[in-house]
C-alpha cells in the first residue's frame, strides 16, 4: 500500500468510528499532540473524537537527508477520543488490519511506555506498540494536560506514518517509501530536507530567533489577557518551534534550558485553564450536541 | 461441599514490571480476606500474564466457621450486689450481647473479676459474602503507577476490560466500572478468542485451547526450553539475563522463539554497544559462539505461533540494522573528535548551577585525586596515570553514542581512549572511576582507577553537602547513598590506608582554593561522618553480626574504616565465646570509673595493695604488644590478651577502695584504670554489648 492511501484508508476508517476528520494545523509544531484540536480539545467534559494527519517538525532530527530512518519533518495520524470507548484497543488493531497488516502474520505487542511533555505541562501512561520490534504508534490515556486533570479521559493513538509505511513497504530507507505509483518519497521530501537542516543546523539567525522568542510570548499573554485562547495558542506554539530551532543550533545551554521550557510551560497551562474556564463560559456547547458525541 | 474459587482481572497490556508484584499481592490479599472472613481453604495458585491477572483458591469451604467468643462485661464489684443479685449494668450487658443473665460468668483479669459473656456466631454460607469480599479486593488492589479511563474514577494500573469470579461453577457476581463479572474470559488477542470457563478447575486448560499459557512457570520453562533447544542445534551460546527473561515472559502470552541476523560487518561496533542495543532497546538476547565471541545473530521471543515466523524475523533485523547502522556512525564520527575537543565541551555542561560545569568537576576530581596519590606514597608512575586518567575521565560524556546510550558511559571512554593512543591503565581508569556502578558492582581493579572513583565520588558528597543538597528518605537525586558506599567498598577492596578524616580535609582544601564551601566546616564534618556512619553500619549489618556488636564498634572511632570492619568481625568471635560475661563485666567496671580519672599519670609509689600491683603489671607487660597486634591487624588476638586482665581486675576491685578518701591514691587508681580503659575502648564500646 502506497503512502497516500495508508493515509485515506485511515482518514476512512476513523470517519467511520465518528471521528471528525480536520486537516493539519497551519502553525509549526513538534507533535500532533500540541495541535489545539487535541491539546485544548482533550480538556474539559465535552466528548470529543477527532482523527487528522500531522506533519511534524523537530529541528534536532534533520540529518541533511542523509539518514534512512531519522527526519527533520515526519508524518503522525492523529486519533483522540473523548471519554476513551471499552474497546478501543480492538479497533486500533482493526485499523491495522484495514492497511494490511495482519496481526497473525507479525508479532504485535503492546510495550508499556509513558508519555509525558513538559513545555506542555501534560502527561499520561500507556505503550508504544511494536510490530515486529519497530516502534509504529503511541498509545495514550491522558492523565494531564496543561496541568488539568483529564475528565472525562481522553486517549490519544498517534501512528508514525514513515515508520510503519516502512514496514508495510518492507523499504529499508524512508526516501525510497512510494508515495503514490511513480512518486517517492524522496521526490517530494529530499529537497526540504537537505534545506531545513542546513538552516537548522548552519543558517538560522540566533540573535533573531531570541527575538522572535520574546515576541510571540508577549503577544500570547496580550491575548490571554483578552481571553483569546486561540490566538494566543498559536503563539505559544511559534514559541515552541522557535525554542526547537534555537535548541537543535545549540544556542540554549542546559541552564537555560529549563528557563525556556518553564516559560512555554506556564503559558500553555494558562491558555488551558482559559480554555476551560471559556467553554463553561459557553455551557459546554458539545456536550448537548448528540452529532459529536454519538458513539457515547 | 467445598469447592475451587477463581478471580481473574482482565486488563489491557499491563507493565510486565509490575505484574509479579501484582498477582502476588492479589493472592495475599484474597488469603488474608478469606481467613478474616474465617473461610477455610487449603491452598492458592498465581497466574498471570500481560492481560490477566489471576488466583485460584482450593477447597473453599461452603460456609464460614461458627465464632465463639467471650466478651468482657464489668466488673464483679458493679454486676453483683452482697446478694448475688445481678445490677442493672449487668442487666443491660446481658442484654446488649443477646443472652439470658443466668449464663453470664465471671473471669479473673489481671486480679479483677468482671463479667463475661459468651456470644456465639454462627457462619454464614460462604457464597453470601463474596461478592463484596472479591470486589472489595480487587479495587483495593495497589500498584506503583495507577491511571484513570473513560469516565470511571477508579484508579488502576491498566482499564480492567474483563472479570472472570466463579465460586465453584458459580458465577460470584459484581461490576467494576461497568464490567459485569461472569465467565467469559478472552484468548490470545491474535490467536484465541473468548471462552466461557466451566470451573476453576479447567481455567488453565481452557485458555490454553485459546493460545495463552498463564501458568508462570509453564510459560518461563517452555521459553527456556526452546532457547536451550536453538542454542543446541546452532551450536550457540545464548545469553539469557534473568531481569530480561522476567520482562520478556510477561510480554507475551503464547510464546515462541526465533532468531535473526546482521550484517557481520557491524561487529566491528564494541560489544558493549551492540549487546546494550539489542537487549536494552529491543529485548533481545545476544548470542555467542563456544568461545565466548559475539556472533552477528539475536533472540527474541515472539507473542504467538510459529506462522509467518520468517516475516517476524525481517522485521526485527531491519529494526535492528537502523540501530546498528546509527551506532556505527557514532562510533566514527566519535573517533574523529580528539578527546581534548570534548574535555573543551565539558566546560559547556552544567553540573549543578552552584557548582559549576562539568568541566569544573573534572578539575575538581583532578586536585583531589593527586592529594590522595600524594597521601598514599603512590609511585611516580601511578602518579602520572592518575594525573592523566582524572583529567579525561569523563571526555566521553559529550560523544554523539554516550548521548544515545548513556548507560555507556565509561565503556565509550576507555574505547576511544585507547584508540587515541592513551596508556591502557589510563583508558581502562576511565571505565574503572564509575565503578561500583550498582550494588553488588566490583571496585575498580587498579589503584589509578581506585582513586578517581574514590575523588569523583567525594566530589559530588562535599559539593552537594556543601549546597545542602543531603539525601532524606526516598529523595537522593545525586546518588550520594551509592557513591558513599563505593567510597567504603572501594577502601575495603584495596585495604587503603586513607582516614575519613585525611579524605574530607583533602576535599575541604580544594572547595575552599575554589571559594566553593558555603556551609561551615565543622558543621560539613559531623553531617560527612554521620552519613558515612550509616553506610559503614550497613556493611556490619550485612556481614550479619549482632546489633550490639555492630554499635559497640560504631560508638569508636571508625575513621578507619578496614579497622572498624575487622574489628566487628573480631569482636563478634570473641562475644560469642563461653564465660565472655565476667570479662565484659571487668571491662566495664573499669570505663565506668576510668572517666572520673583527670590525668593517666601512674606513680608506682602510691601504690598500697599487692592486687594493685599486680594489675599494673600485668598491664604494663601486656600493653607493647596489644598496640603490635593492633598495628598488625590482629584483632581478635588483641581482645584474648585482653582477656587475662579480667582476673586482676576482679581482685582489684574486690580488695581496693578506688575513690580513697586520700587524693593521692585515688588519683592514682583512676588514672590506672584510665590507661587500661584507653586500651580496651582502641577496640569497642563494651558498654553496648547485651550480656
Not at chain 1, 500540541?34 to 480539545?41: A, G
Not at chain 1, 488539568?148 to 508514525?160: K, L, S
Not at chain 2, 556472533?295 to 546498528?324: C, I, M, Q
Amino acid at each position: 500500500m502506497n503512502f497516500q492511501n495508508m493515509i485515506l484508508t485511515l482518514q476512512q476508517f476513523w470517519s467511520e468510528q465518528n471521528c471528525i476528520i480536520v486537516q493539519p494545523y497551519d502553525v509549526e509544531k513538534g507533535a500532533g499532540t500540541l495541535n489545539p484540536m487535541t491539546f485544548l480539545r482533550s480538556i474539559g467534559p465535552e466528548p470529543w473524537n477527532v482523527a487528522y494527519v500531522e506533519p511534524s517538525r523537530r529541528p534536532a532530527d534533520g540529518r541533511y537527508g542523509e539518514n534512512p530512518n531519522r527526519l527533520y519533518q515526519h508524518h503522525q495520524y492523529q486519533v483522540i477520543m473523548k471519554p476513551s470507548p471499552d474497546n478501543i484497543q480492538e479497533i486500533y488493531l482493526k485499523s491495522l488490519k484495514k492497511l494490511g497488516i495482519h496481526a497473525e502474520d507479525h508479532d504485535i505487542r503492546f510495550v508499556e511506555d509513558n508519555w509525558e511533555h513538559p513545555a506542555l505541562g501534560a502527561w499520561g501512561l500507556g505503550w508504544e506498540v511494536w510490530l515486529d520490534g519497530m516502534e509504529i504508534t503511541q498509545f495514550t490515556y491522558f492523565q494531564q494536560v496543561g496541568g488539568i486533570d483529564m475528565n472525562p479521559v481522553a486517549v490519544e493513538i498517534t501512528y508514525g506514518l514513515e515508520r510503519l509505511a516502512s514496514n508495510i513497504q518492507d523499504k529499508e530507507n524512508v526516501f525510497d517509501l512510494e508515495w503514490v505509483k511513480g512518486v517517492k518519497y524522496g521526490d517530494v521530501f529530499l529537497q526540504p530536507e537537505y534545506e531545513h537542516s542546513k538552516y537548522t543546523f548552519e543558517i538560522s539567525d540566533t540573535k533573531m530567533l531570541f527575538t522572535l522568542f520574546n515576541m510571540y510570548e508577549e503577544e500570547a499573554k496580550k491575548s490571554l489577557e483578552q481571553n483569546l485562547v486561540f490566538p494566543a495558542y498559536d503563539y505559544v506554539l511559534k514559541c515552541s518551534h522557535t525554542f526547537n530551532l534555537l535548541d537543535a543550533r545549540g544556542a540554549i545551554s542546559v541552564t537555560e534550558r529549563t528557563g525556556y521550557i518553564t516559560r512555554v510551560r506556564n503559558l500553555s497551562r494558562l491558555c488551558a485553564s482559559t480554555y476551560l474556564q471559556e467553554r463553561e463560559r459557553l455551557g459546554f456547547p458539545l456536550l448537548k450536541d448528540e452529532g459529536v458525541s454519538s458513539n457515547e | 461441599m467445598n469447592k475451587d474459587l477463581l478471580i481473574e482481572i482482565g486488563m489491557e497490556e499491563i507493565p510486565s514490571r509490575f505484574i509479579r508484584d501484582a498477582v502476588n499481592l492479589l493472592e495475599k490479599k484474597i488469603k488474608e480476606w478469606l481467613t478474616e472472613s474465617r473461610i477455610e481453604f487449603s491452598s492458592t495458585k498465581i497466574y498471570a500474564t500481560p492481560r490477566r491477572l489471576a488466583v485460584i483458591v482450593n477447597d473453599v469451604s461452603p460456609k464460614q466457621s461458627d465464632l465463639r467468643s467471650e466478651v468482657k462485661g464489668p466488673s464483679k464489684k458493679i454486676a453483683q450486689n452482697d446478694q448475688g443479685e445481678w445490677s442493672k449494668a449487668a442487666l443491660g450487658f446481658a442484654r446488649s450481647q443477646g443472652v439470658e443473665p443466668s449464663s453470664l460468668f465471671f473471669k479473673e483479669l489481671n486480679g479483677v473479676e468482671y463479667v463475661y459473656a459468651v456470644k456465639n456466631e454462627i457462619g454464614i454460607e460462604t457464597k453470601n459474602i463474596l461478592s463484596e469480599g472479591i470486589s472489595k479486593i480487587i479495587t483495593s488492589m495497589v500498584y506503583p503507577k495507577n491511571m484513570r479511563w473513560g469516565k470511571y474514577d477508579l484508579k488502576y494500573v491498566r482499564p480492567i476490560r474483563w472479570l472472570v469470579t466463579l465460586y465453584g461453577d458459580q458465577i460470584i457476581p459484581m461490576e467494576i466500572t461497568e464490567v459485569h463479572a461472569g465467565r467469559k474470559s478472552r484468548g490470545h488477542r491474535f490467536l484465541g478468542g473468548d471462552v466461557n470457563i466451566n470451573l476453576p478447575s479447567t481455567y488453565i486448560s481452557q485458555l490454553k485451547a485459546e493460545y495463552v499459557y498463564a501458568d508462570i512457570e509453564e510459560r518461563q520453562k517452555l521459553i527456556v526450553e526452546q532457547i536451550e533447544a536453538l542454542a543446541q542445534d546452532k551450536n550457540w551460546l545464548i545469553s539469557v539475563k534473568e531481569d530480561l527473561l522476567e520482562e520478556v515472559l510477561f510480554l507475551v502470552e503464547y510464546p515462541t522463539v526465533l532468531f535473526g541476523s546482521f550484517q557481520p560487518e557491524y561487529l566491528e561496533i564494541p560489544q558493549e554497544v551492540l549487546i546494550t542495543s539489542m537487549r536494552e532497546h529491543q529485548r533481545y538476547f545476544p548470542v555467542f559462539d563456544k568461545n565466548k565471541k559475539l556472533l552477528p545473530h539475536f533472540v527474541t521471543v515472539r507473542n504467538g505461533d510459529k506462522k509467518s515466523l520468517d516475516v517476524v524475523a525481517r522485521g526485527n533485523e531491519k529494526v535492528l540494522k537502523a540501530r546498528l547502522a546509527d551506532a556505527r556512525f557514532f562510533y566514527q564520527e566519535d573517533q574523529n573528535f580528539p578527546i581534548e575537543k570534548a574535555l573543551a565541551k565539558l566546560e559547556k555542561i552544567v553540573y549543578h548551577e552552584e557548582l559549576g560545569t562539568v568541566g569544573d568537576k573534572v578539575r575538581r576530581i583532578r586536585l583531589i585525586s593527586d592529594q590522595i596519590s600524594k597521601y598514599l606514597s603512590t609511585d611516580d608512575k601511578v602518579n602520572e596515570q592518575v594525573t592523566r586518567a582524572s583529567t579525561i575521565c569523563k571526555f566521553d560524556l559529550v560523544t554523539q553514542m554516550v548521548y544515545e546510550f548513556p548507560e555507556l558511559q565509561g565503556v565509550m571512554g576507555e574505547d576511544y581512549a585507547l584508540k587515541a593512543g592513551e596508556d591502557p591503565v589510563v583508558s581502562r581508569a576511565i571505565f574503572e572511576h564509575y565503578q561500583p556502578r550498582f550494588s553488588g558492582d566490583s571496585s575498580p581493579k587498579s589503584m589509578v582507577g581506585a582513586i578517581i572513583s574514590i575523588a569523583d565520588k567525594m566530589d559530588s558528597i562535599i559539593g552537594c553537602f556543601s549546597i545542602g543538597i543531603i539525601p532524606t528518605g526516598s529523595q537522593d537525586p545525586y546518588a550520594l547513598r551509592r557513591s558513599a558506599a563505593g567510597i567504603v567498598q572501594i577502601i575495603l577492596d584495596h585495604d587503603i590506608n586513607l582516614n575519613l578524616s585525611n579524605l574530607f580535609e583533602i576535599c575541604i582544601e580544594v572547595y575552599e582554593e575554589n571559594n566553593l564551601l558555603k556551609t561551615e566546616i565543622s558543621d560539613l564534618r559531623s553531617k560527612f561522618l554521620e552519613f558515612f556512619s550509616l553506610r559503614i553500619k550497613n556493611v556490619l549489618t550485612d556481614m550479619n553480626l549482632r546489633y550490639d556488636v555492630i554499635d559497640a564498634v560504631m560508638e569508636t572511632d571508625i575513621n578507619n574504616i578496614p579497622s572498624v570492619i575487622r574489628r566487628g568481625k573480631a569482636l563478634m568471635d570473641f562475644v560469642e565465646q563461653s564465660n565472655i560475661k565476667l570479662i565484659i563485666e571487668s571491662f566495664n567496671r573499669v570505663n565506668n570509673l576510668a572517666s572520673k580519672a583527670d590525668n593517666k599519670i601512674i606513680k608506682q609509689e602510691y601504690f598500697e595493695e599487692i592486687v594493685e600491683i599486680e594489675l599494673f603489671n600485668m598491664w604494663e607487660q601486656m600493653h607493647p604488644s596489644l598496640i603490635e597486634k593492633l598495628d598488625a591487624s590482629l584483632e581478635f588476638e588483641a581482645l584474648e590478651m585482653l582477656k587475662q586482665l579480667q582476673a586482676p581486675i576482679t581482685a582489684f576491685f574486690e580488695k581496693v577502695m578506688v575513690m580513697s578518701e586520700n587524693e593521692k591514691l585515688r588519683r592514682n587508681r583512676l588514672a590506672l584504670l584510665a590507661n587500661i580503659s584507653s586500651d580496651i575502648i582502641k577496640i569497642a564500646d563494651f558498654q553496648k554489648i547485651v550480656l
